[in-house]
């Protein structure tokens, strides 16, 4: 088949140089955001008098035939076209003759391709953007059914302090919401037209730039032609948003897998969300969130491939860049694909609120607030930790607990101790003293609760 571009060349490309070329498998899915930027480009060409309004219309209407065509599967997208843009019109031309030819005219595969890509882009954004809120939805609402429930936090894996749970899980919804409006910006930025960019250096035709980008719900023509063909920053910045948040989800995975396990035993996923073994019948194994955070760095590998291949690119256009769409339809695909499974997994998985105050009352998370408990009697904080550090490694020589000891014997330690202290380091009491702004205190975690879901009606009405 002879090129669209043979003039120069004779078009006829060695086949598997053909093949190499050729990005039809990838670029094919733009399909509608190519033809909304050729009905767009033909509106505007005819508005500035470029071409006749009768030719417009004749090629807006037979690029909305093909677009359904291509929808209803009545017409099949040919693996031998070059890319989506020349499959595209190649159609057209072979439907309205001469008029057909027209439309290529004042732009380039240039703009048209970053133009499509930005397009595109954009509706898989939302779809993250959907995806996000379920998850952070999932996350308050097990939040609020678990606002009084106590587990050990820990430092080091190591049981450190009590918290309750919700408190844990709203520590995931700020990282989400963080991820979101990192999400807000890479999309505002990226929405600027490259369209009337051409090739690279602008055109000679009277051709109205702001009218194009506002057909196609750009905020604005992307300010130099060079930079509108030249710079893939915006692949760059969404593969970065993409790879944080696969980051946060292999952290919550991670986490869910080790309270699933026997030695914690703190959740159980809803079957729904797990396997089982091939050869031993015993196990639930949690493969959903083994493969969220299996599949992240798949996702900073397209983040690395996509810098990579820009690094050393002299401006402007410069077929490398065909390579961009790869990386970020994956990076976007497994983002979508991971958030699809995760909101429901989280939002359905069985919480052992007993075992995890089983496992609070275990570790001597109490500690700090014992030695608050001294200094507040008077003793000096560093004191107060040495003494209590002794107390402790008495109680594990002695198999003992903070609270299995006799005030008498806490008296051999310091005669600021009394009675009272039973009830200031009760687990209760931890939690509860905790009054400092984004603590785990049950105040804070209520407020917390509250704010998080005030986000989630203002972000759901803009979206309406
Ligand atoms: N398929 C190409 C891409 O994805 C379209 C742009 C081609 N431009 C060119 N000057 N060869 O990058």
Redo the contacts with the bound molecule.
């Keep these: 088949m002879k090129k669209m571009w043979a003039g120069r060349t004779d078009g006829a490309l060695d086949k598997l140089a053909d093949d190499f070329n050729s990005?039809i498998h990838i670029?094919k899915r733009m399909y509608k955001e190519d033809i909304a930027g050729s009905i767009a480009h033909a509106t505007m060409l005819s508005e500035c008098g470029v071409i006749s309004h009768s030719d417009a219309d004749k090629i807006i209407s037979a690029l909305a035939d093909i677009c359904e065509e291509i929808t209803s599967g009545e017409l099949e997208i040919s693996p031998d076209a070059e890319?989506i843009?020349m499959f595209v019109e190649a159609v057209l031309t072979e439907r309205i003759g001469d008029v057909g030819k027209k439309l290529h005219t004042s732009r380039s595969?240039?703009d048209q391709?970053a133009t499509d890509t930005r397009l595109y882009m954009k509706s898989r954004c939302q779809r993250i953007e959907e995806l996000l809120l379920s998850l952070i939805e999932s996350t308050v609402t097990v939040a609020d059914e678990h606002k009084r429930d106590i587990m050990p936090g820990y430092t080091h894996l190591q049981r450190a302090q009590p918290i309750v749970f919700a408190h844990h899980l709203l520590a995931y919804a700020e990282m989400f919401k963080r991820d979101l409006s990192r999400l807000d910006g890479a999309v505002s930025r990226m929405n600027v037209s490259p369209l009337g960019a051409l090739a690279l250096a602008g055109t000679t035709y009277p051709i109205d730039r702001r009218r194009s980008a506002e057909l196609l719900g750009f905020s604005a023509p992307a300010a130099n032609s060079i930079d509108a063909v030249s710079d893939r920053d915006f692949a760059v910045e969404l593969l970065s948003v993409f790879s944080i948040i696969m980051m946060h989800l292999s952290r919550f995975s991670e986490e869910l897998i080790l309270w699933s396990s026997w030695e914690f035993s703190f959740i159980e996923l809803d079957d729904a969300y797990t396997t089982g073994s091939s050869i031993m019948p015993q196990k639930k194994n949690s493969d959903m969130a083994e493969l969220a955070r299996g599949k992240s760095g798949r996702v900073f590998g397209d983040l690395m491939a996509t810098l990579t291949m820009l690094k050393g690119l002299p401006l402007a256009?410069n077929?490398d860049?065909?390579e961009d769409?790869e990386a970020l339809f994956d990076g976007a695909d497994t983002v979508i694909a991971c958030l699809e499974v995760f909101a429901p997994m989280v939002r359905t998985m069985k919480v052992k609120s007993e075992n995890m105050l089983a496992a609070a009352k275990r570790g001597f998370i109490n500690a700090t607030d014992l030695a608050d408990y001294l200094t507040k009697h008077g003793m000096p904080f560093r004191d107060a930790y040495k003494t209590v550090g002794r107390i402790v490694s008495d109680c594990i020589s002695a198999g003992k607990t903070l609270d299995g000891l006799t005030v008498a014997e806490y008296k051999k330690y310091s005669e600021l101790i009394s009675d009272d202290v039973f009830g200031e380091i009760s687990l209760e009491t931890c939690v509860e003293k905790r009054i400092s702004e984004g603590s785990t205190g049950y105040a804070s975690v209520e407020k917390q609760i509250k704010s998080t879901k005030e986000y989630l009606e203002e972000r759901k009405e803009k979206i309406q």
């Design positions: 990005s670029d890319d843009h595969r240039n391709v256009y077929k860049m065909q769409k």
